[in-house]
């Protein structure tokens, strides 16, 4: 089991910035891989970045050049650094992890952070 904490969401004007944080606990060295999603209100939810163990990351389109994944493994953490945000960045913001458990991937979600960007 893997339970993921986040925060750093809140309200931000257009342009600014804010960082969000999620840090794992549990099973985390069965953890192959964590990244950020996000959902608007009558949207999907989209993945937004991920970054692998060993480091590698993925972002959306929407997103690349202005928000940065990172983590840090002594305190089994990820982060997502954002910066030039517009408003159609307003969502809630979920972290993920995906776990490799007994030869089966599952997929951990944390409970959401609420992003605002005012116009």
């Known amino acids: 089991q893997v339970q993921l904490v986040e925060s750093g969401g809140g309200l931000v004007q257009a342009g600014g910035s804010l960082r969000l944080s999620c840090a794992a606990s549990?099973?985390?060295?069965?953890?192959?891989?964590m990244g950020w999603y996000r959902q608007a209100p009558g949207k999907q939810r989209e993945l937004v970045a991920a970054?692998?163990?060993?480091?590698?990351?993925n972002y959306a389109d929407s997103v690349k050049g202005r928000f940065t994944i990172s983590r840090d493994n002594a305190k089994n953490t990820v982060y997502l650094q954002m910066n030039s945000l517009k408003p159609e960045d307003t969502a809630v913001y979920y972290c993920?992890?995906?776990?490799?458990?007994?030869?089966?991937?599952?997929?951990?979600w944390g409970q959401g952070t609420q992003v605002t960007v005012s116009s």
């Open positions: 549990g099973s985390i060295f069965s953890i192959n891989a």
């Open positions: 970054i692998t163990t060993g480091g590698s990351t």
């Open positions: 993920k992890a995906r776990s490799l458990e007994s030869g089966w991937w599952r997929d951990y």
